[in-house]
């Protein structure tokens, strides 16, 4: 069962990005191998673009609601049934679903997993025998980028600290501000925005340190593609009141 499965993810998932990036490579000026994975990292952020846009504005929704939601909790304290049913007519009255950010984290799950192994894996030379009969075959995958960063290795520093810096500012977009909140709900609420704008950050490096450099380059271009897409609709949702 198991390897039932894994032959499916890579059927429809690892085979299908690996001949993409590959495809990707052989066209670009000088075949470097960093541009391949930006324009990639791109075009699956433009595919994932509906779904992300509808999980942005959930957690922006979910995070102005932090303040009613904790004093649902403080006015029931002792009644978890109503607690949970005031919780949902909240999110009922305000037309949000709480899951679709969970959401977009099992779609993105499978296609980082997947990413992985072709950072991880795809670089070796058997690994080609799995083109596509319509992809060329490089012969050999350079993984330089710019001539600068083998994006083959791991403990790239630079990259990981870029990577948490970007998600600390994507993270930051999310939160509002703690002066907009109740003062009896302000301290918890408070504690919360702090927890969510530097533990994620901290996290990143951490796992990107020690993951190949292109996945932390994916992760780069994808956190500035989402800063630019939260900007744009914060401000579009702003001239819309």
């Known amino acids: ?7 499916i993810f890579d059927i429809f998932l690892y085979r299908p990005l ?7 490579y052989n066209y670009l000026p000088n075949h470097d191998f960093g541009l391949a994975v930006i324009l990639l990292t791109i075009i699956i952020r433009f595919i994932l673009y509906p779904i992300s846009v509808k999980a942005f504005n959930s957690q922006r929704v979910l995070q102005k609601l932090q303040p009613q939601l904790q004093e649902i909790k403080i006015k029931y304290k002792g009644d978890k049934e109503k607690q949970t049913k005031e919780t949902l007519e909240l999110y009922r009255r ?15 799950f499978p296609v980082l997993i997947a990413l992985y192994r072709v950072f991880w894996l795809g670089l070796k030379p058997q690994e080609l025998d799995h083109l596509y009969s319509f992809v060329k075959n490089p012969g050999l995958i350079n993984p330089v980028f710019l001539n600068l960063v083998n994006l083959s290795e791991i403990h790239n520093l630079w990259f990981a600290l870029l990577a948490g810096v970007l998600q600390f500012f994507q993270t930051k ?35 990107l ?19 630019v897409q939260q900007y744009f609709i914060i401000r579009n949702n702003d001239k819309s009141k």
């Open 173 to 207: 977009m999310l939160v509002p501000n703690p002066k907009d909140h109740p003062a009896k709900t302000r301290d918890i609420s408070s504690i919360m925005q702090k927890q969510m704008v530097y533990f994620f950050p901290v996290i990143t490096v951490i796992i």
């Open 209 to 227: 340190y020690n993951l190949p450099s292109a996945l932390s380059l994916y992760w780069i271009v994808s956190g500035l593609f989402s800063i």
């Open 18 to 24: 690996f001949n993409f990036l590959v495809l990707l």
């Open 94 to 108: 305000e037309k949000i679903n709480p899951f679709s950010s969970l959401f977009l984290v099992i779609v993105q």
């Open 1 to 7: 069962m198991f390897s039932f499965l894994i032959n």
